[in-house]
């Protein structure tokens, strides 16, 4: 997959990550994974200038992955977390994901 750093504002995919997604956090690499699909050879994948990767489809444009890199060290107000390409519900999740990380 071709990789290059972005600006997260950058405008590259059409709609945000959307609808039922699944998410899990590797501690050892202190990655967050929000899939809504497996990784496939065609997806195009964007690392951001947030070390934020967006994966989304080239046909549709739709992001259908999110790797948020050095999750721990992140705040709930952390810029790049506020301009995540994903809908309402998952940007939720990220936050409360934070919230928890930090409160623990």
């Known amino acids: 997959m071709d990789h290059h750093r972005i600006p997260l504002a950058h405008e590259a995919w059409a709609e945000p990550l959307q609808g039922l997604v699944t998410w899990r956090f ?17 997806q195009i994948g964007l690392e951001t200038e947030n070390d934020i990767v967006v994966y989304w489809n080239p046909s549709t444009g739709a992001v259908e992955r999110v790797m948020i890199l050095w999750v721990s ?3 709930p107000g952390d810029a790049g977390i506020a301009m995540l390409p994903v ?4 940007r939720d999740l990220v936050l409360n994901f934070l919230r928890y990380a930090h409160a623990a």
């Open 73 to 75: 060290r992140r705040q």
């Open 87 to 90: 809908d309402g519900p998952i």
């Open 26 to 42: 590797d501690p050892p690499s202190d990655i967050l994974y929000l899939d809504a699909c497996p990784a496939y050879p065609e």
